[in-house]
């Protein structure tokens, strides 16, 4: 069973923030939530992930709730290149394999 | 980030044929590779874990026989399709898992196609 719930998609206007929310209410002390994304015919593609204090890299931010029962995705200035499937992944155990749910579609129009 | 390759990226074989599929870490070394499968507007499924020097372990309803599975080098996993039916085909994706505790990140390669006629 999926261990997080995400919408099944959303838009956003190329050029604006894109919001990605992500529900782990059942999330444990040691899991991490990782973000993947897939554009259409690829392999995912590594976004970020983080415990519980909020981290930032080159290509977006991950914002997790003090409780850790959800987080959010940012990209802060969506391009048409964007537009993908966004996964939201807990992970219980090192090195085990990431298991993936249905994920967001987001599309980004100009 | 890390890379991760796979040969071929699109193959199509006769029924019954076997196919064999690479996955390389080209600037990491992987003592465990993942192997996925994909079915057109699905997400990915889980078929094996792949562990250096050791018989993979395979999810449920993953015929071993059928996918078989070969870590020998910290580098390279293979995943042979054997006896391939109209059904195999599919999008197979790899991964590489890299780093330890805070810093493991699974890294994936791009993908190979497989139709089988």
């Known amino acids: 069973d999926a261990k997080t719930t995400q919408p099944t998609s959303m838009d956003c206007a190329e050029g604006r923030a894109a919001n990605l929310p992500c529900n782990h209410s059942?999330?444990?002390?040691?899991?991490?939530v990782y973000w993947y994304r897939q554009i259409h015919s690829q392999g995912p593609q590594y976004i970020i992930h983080?415990?519980?204090n909020n981290e930032t890299n080159e290509m977006a931010s991950l914002i997790i709730t003090e409780d850790r029962k959800s987080s959010t995705l940012i990209l802060p200035h969506a391009t048409l290149r964007d537009t993908a499937v966004y996964y939201c992944?807990?992970?219980?155990?090192?090195?085990?394999?990431?298991?993936f749910g249905k994920g967001t579609t987001l599309s980004v129009s100009s | 980030g890390a890379v991760v390759s796979q040969h071929p990226s699109r193959v199509i074989c006769k029924s019954g044929t076997s196919v064999k599929i690479e996955c390389r870490s080209l600037d990491f070394q992987a003592t465990t590779m993942f192997w996925y499968r994909q079915f057109p507007k699905q997400s990915l499924m889980l078929m094996a874990t792949?562990?250096?020097?050791?018989?993979?372990?395979?999810e449920q309803g993953v015929e071993k026989d059928k996918f078989l599975i070969n870590h020998a080098s910290l580098t390279l996993s293979t995943l042979t399709v054997t006896s391939a039916h109209p059904e195999d085909s599919s999008f197979y994706i790899c991964?590489?898992?890299?780093?330890?505790?805070?810093?493991?990140?699974?890294?994936f390669g791009p993908g190979t196609r497989l139709l089988v006629l």
């Open positions: 059942t999330i444990s002390g040691n899991e991490y």
């Open positions: 983080g415990l519980k």
């Open positions: 992944i807990v992970r219980d155990q090192a090195g085990t394999a990431l298991i």
């Open positions: 792949s562990n250096e020097g050791s018989k993979a372990t395979y």
């Open positions: 991964s590489a898992l890299r780093g330890r505790g805070r810093q493991e990140t699974q890294y």
